[in-house]
């Protein structure tokens, strides 16, 4: 089981996995394979002894709350995600520099959200898709298709879309279904441009591509964090040792 620890007077945080007492094994260059050095490792140990006398608390980790900034199979990138302690939320930093060294992370007081940058018409997937299923196609047609596509979503609000359950190999692209009132204007539009069979080649396009494929629009996102003012450490006695609590009652 994993636990999110954090300081309260330091604001140090660590992240407790069923790893941390694994001992940690050192390949000595120019050596022997068999003079592994192990070097015997215990990080939350090594916490707890630097956070000596310090309140310690553990903190929820918000469920679907990870974006990072680098696609999933990135090993060293930076990514956010959120917790609380139950009354206060901050966000979570976490990254390492190269693949090799540890994880670290960093509290930030604050909050993040995903903000959307852009969106956009896949035109060089639906060009290609529809040049291969539809050979009659002049690509001229293809590429009035595609100006069709881009007047279309000059008129949606990316808001009132529904987001594709197609998962996305990039954190922050997210891909949003074309609704039916946008899919009616966009054949409307067809009807002028298409006649006959090449309109019924493109309807059944459409209707093939609009929900998992091509003709999702491409919302691209940027994690903005809001930073806020820290607020005042509560004025509590510290954990005394054992020694220093006996001294104080002897007074
Ligand atoms: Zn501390």
């Not at 206060?88 to 992370?105: G, M, S």
Request: charged content about 35%; overall charge neutral; aromatic content about 8%.
């Amino acid at each position: 089981m994993n636990h999110l620890i954090r300081c309260v007077k330091c604001d140090a945080l660590l992240f407790k996995t069923p790893f941390d007492q694994w001992p940690e094994y050192v390949f000595e260059p120019n050596s022997s394979p068999d003079s592994v050095r192990t070097i015997e490792r215990d990080d939350y140990q090594d916490f707890l002894r630097d956070h000596h006398g310090h309140r310690l608390e553990e903190l929820t980790i918000l469920e679907d709350s990870f974006v990072s900034e680098k696609p999933y199979v990135e090993p060293a990138k930076v990514s956010y995600f959120k917790a609380t302690n139950g009354k206060e939320n901050f966000v979570i930093k976490k990254h390492r520099k190269k693949i090799t060294d540890p994880l670290e992370y960093k509290l930030i007081h604050g909050d993040l959200r995903l903000k959307c940058l852009s969106v956009e018409v896949q035109s060089k997937e639906i060009k290609k898709q529809l040049l291969a299923e539809c050979p009659g196609l002049s690509e001229e047609k293809a590429e009035s298709f595609i100006r069709l596509c881009h007047d279309i979503l000059k008129m949606v609000d990316i808001k009132n879309l529904e987001r594709s359950k197609e998962e996305s190999s990039h954190p922050l692209e997210i891909y949003y279904q074309m609704d039916d009132v946008t899919i009616a204007h966009l054949l409307r539009r067809c009807r002028k441009i298409f006649q006959g069979k090449e309109y019924l080649d493109i309807e059944d396009f459409i209707n093939r591509h609009r929900d998992d494929s091509v003709l999702l629009l491409k919302a691209t996102h940027g994690i903005e964090i809001t930073q806020v003012a820290e607020p005042k450490k509560e004025i509590r006695p510290v954990a005394f040792p054992i020694e220093s609590r006996k001294l104080l009652r002897q007074r």
